[in-house]
């Protein structure tokens, strides 16, 4: 009876040991599924700018809104008339950084040319400043923030994409300002707002996909925000935030040819001045021989600033073209020289009637702009107008010194 009962107990010991190996095996097997799991759902979850997986990628909060909520109600007067403000909600590694919002809904007619409507973007973002929410991170977008145009007086919401993407190095305002197959389609004056989205998956400008997004519902129609679109729309054409940025954004003074400098005494050019010059799309279809409808319009028209170096390089190794070429330039020369004293003329005599004293000769000279408030907004826009002349003048007399490897010869003119 002993040996029975123990018999009984072995079994169930045996039992027993046996059960618990298969739970300990059940649950390595659940434990590795599960990491497996895990890992899978980690990488399908990375963010990606198509939006996909957006709200539970590594948070980003504009303008202090509160960094935990996904789908929050953003008014566009938060974004236009309003500083910008950036913060992560986990830290990133050190470098710079781009931030851009995205409507995707905006350009749907456009998809099969991958291009979307980009209401503002910020470009070196440091990385310092993303990780600090008290000061906030207040970033400078590289146009004025835009939504599109309303199409109805009623509510009207919109998705708002806003990624953070770190950059391969740091960029310059020509790698994003350009034509796209949008702009050539429907001629539209949208600047830079529309891009293509290929252009942020390029592996030597950015280091991987975003690093945090963020969805917003943009309430882009209603009766108030109709107005500020009016009021924008009024802005834009009125060109004074452009003519302000082109006079008082910071840069080295450049030295013009002394006889240019001479005509103008009063007009002080700047480097960046000759660079939006050289980049200027409309500049360059003048040096191709095709300038068709060429404006001086305060509106950012930028392209590449390299064409003007491969332009260059192409006609020294055609001497046939570079004579016609070289022909056109100077004549195209002789044009602007032309409004350029038409235009100095007005101003001259918008600052001798600003005062009782004096006339034209003695404000020729004089480098501070002295001008009554009735003729200030007229001088302004003429002034602007003289500069970019100035600048294209100079820009054209030196690539035909570069071409004839002489100094620009003014008795021809």
Not at 133 to 149: D, G, L, S
């Amino acid at each position: 009876m002993q040996r029975l009962r123990d018999v009984q107990q072995q079994t169930a010991n045996e039992l027993w040991l046996i059960q618990t190996k298969n739970i300990i095996r059940f649950l390595m097997f659940t434990s590795l599924i599960t990491s497996r799991l895990i890992s899978v759902i980690s990488k399908s979850n990375s963010c990606c700018l198509g939006g996909r997986n957006i709200c539970i990628c590594p948070r980003l909060a504009l303008n202090q809104l509160p960094v935990q909520q996904c789908n929050a109600k953003i008014q566009p007067r938060q974004l236009i008339d309003h500083p910008i403000s950036v913060y992560l909600e986990q830290p990133v590694s050190s470098g710079l950084y781009t931030i851009v919002a995205v409507a995707p809904e905006d350009t749907s007619r456009y998809n099969r040319f991958d291009i979307r409507w980009i209401v503002f973007m910020a470009i070196n973002v440091p990385d310092t400043c993303l990780a600090s929410n008290n000061p906030p991170c207040v970033i400078q977008p590289i146009y004025k923030p835009r939504i599109a145009n309303c199409s109805r007086l009623t509510d009207q919401e919109t998705q708002l994409f806003v990624f953070s993407i770190k950059q391969q190095k740091t960029f310059q305002l020509s790698e994003f300002m350009g034509e796209t197959p949008a702009q050539k389609i429907d001629q539209i004056k949208a600047f830079g707002h529309f891009m293509e989205i290929r252009q942020f998956h390029n592996p030597t400008l950015f280091d991987g996909p975003p690093t945090h997004a963020n969805r917003y519902r943009l309430i882009r129609c209603d009766p108030t925000n109709v107005l500020y679109m009016l009021s924008q729309i009024a802005e834009e054409r009125d060109g004074s935030s452009v003519i302000e940025q082109y006079f008082y954004s910071p840069s080295p003074t450049y030295r013009v040819y002394s006889k240019l400098g001479t005509l103008v005494p009063f007009i002080l050019v700047t480097e960046r001045m000759i660079r939006r010059e050289r980049s200027n799309c409309g500049t360059q279809r003048e040096l191709t021989g095709y300038p068709g409808r060429v404006t001086l319009y305060p509106v950012p028209d930028v392209c590449s600033e390299k064409f003007i170096e491969k332009l260059l390089d192409d006609l020294r190794h055609d001497e046939s073209k570079q004579k016609t070429t070289l022909k056109k330039w100077q004549k195209q020369w002789k044009k602007w020289l032309r409004f350029l004293h038409y235009q100095n003329y007005i101003l001259l005599w918008l600052r001798s009637i600003s005062s009782a004293k004096g006339g034209r000769r003695q404000f020729r000279y004089f480098r501070k702009h002295v001008v009554a408030e009735p003729f200030a907004k007229a001088y302004w826009i003429y002034l602007y107008r003289a500069t970019r002349v100035t600048c294209k003048l100079q820009v054209f007399g030196e690539l035909i010194s570069a071409l004839t490897g002489q100094t620009i010869d003014y008795t021809f003119y």
